[in-house]
């Protein structure tokens, strides 16, 4: 029987640094040059085997505005 584990990742940081290129890189496996601002935030997920388990990556994407940075300092934030 295969575990399921989840992990979770809330990218916070400035506006236009590439945020959005990573968290496409990882879930689809292609990199974009020219990708759109993020409005707001975006959410995208993955789930990939290791050995014989299955881990699933649920991945928030912010804006990068200022209202955002507050969910870094809780453990409860994104």
């Known amino acids: 029987m295969m575990a399921i584990g989840e992990h979770k990742a809330c ?10 290129s990573i968290v496409c890189r ?7 040059h020219n ?8 959410f ?7 050995g014989n388990d299955l881990h699933k990556f649920l991945m928030w994407d912010t ?3 200022e209202r955002f940075h507050s969910l870094g300092g809780s453990p409860e934030g994104c």
């Open 35 to 42: 990708i759109s601002p993020t409005i707001e935030a975006s």
């Open 11 to 20: 990218l916070l940081r400035d506006t236009s640094i590439g945020k959005s």
């Open 26 to 32: 990882f879930a689809q496996d292609h990199f974009y």
């Open 63 to 65: 804006a990068g505005q």
């Open 44 to 50: 995208m997920t993955k789930t990939a085997p290791s």
